[in-house]
């Protein structure tokens, strides 16, 4: 058996974080309220494996694993062609909120792990948040996360589309 020493830096971190897998430097948080109840909105938005049905630039989506069993995968094939692979790292039906990893994708990040929560608002409306952490990868932070809030915001604007009173 061969044992391998990691520089005391790492140790440190790994000590510190409880964990090998960090959460990223940059952060996007976007929040909208939708027009119907939580419980509703969830129908749409709370399978792991729907993300085809609510969001615009995603036209396919498969699962692998049971889609409210933490581990399961998703392989989404987006609208010009290329995919990314995602992990189901939470979930809570009753919290209505699940986490998330990106594993495989052309987007310029690195260690992508995000949240979606829908929470009751005022009216008998709906919170939506999604929250993401993430490094840049090979472009600017400033890009980086300009590319995740585009991301979020049009899933989210479809979303409430979808709701918009009668």
């Not at 044992?3 to 510190?16: D, E, K, Q």
């Amino acid at each position: 058996m061969k044992i391998r020493t990691l520089p005391l830096s790492v140790a440190g971190v790994l000590l510190a974080t409880g964990s090998c897998f960090s959460a990223g430097a940059l952060s996007v948080e976007r929040e909208v309220t939708i027009d119907n109840t939580p419980a509703t909105v969830w129908k749409l938005v709370g399978p792991f494996n729907s993300l085809d049905v609510w969001h615009p630039a995603v036209v396919k989506s498969d699962l692998s694993g049971n889609g409210t069993q933490v581990g399961a995968q998703r392989r989404l094939t987006l609208d010009d062609g290329a995919t990314r692979l995602e992990k189901l790292l939470s979930y809570s039906a009753a919290r209505r909120s699940y986490s998330y990893s990106i594993l495989e994708s052309s987007l310029p990040v690195a260690n992508y792990k995000a949240t979606l929560t829908l929470t009751p608002a005022e009216e008998g409306r709906t919170l939506m948040k999604w929250r993401a952490t993430f490094d840049a990868n090979g472009v600017s932070d400033e890009e980086a996360t300009t590319i995740i809030g585009g991301l979020h915001d049009a899933g989210m604007a479809k979303v409430r589309a979808n709701f918009k009173p009668q």
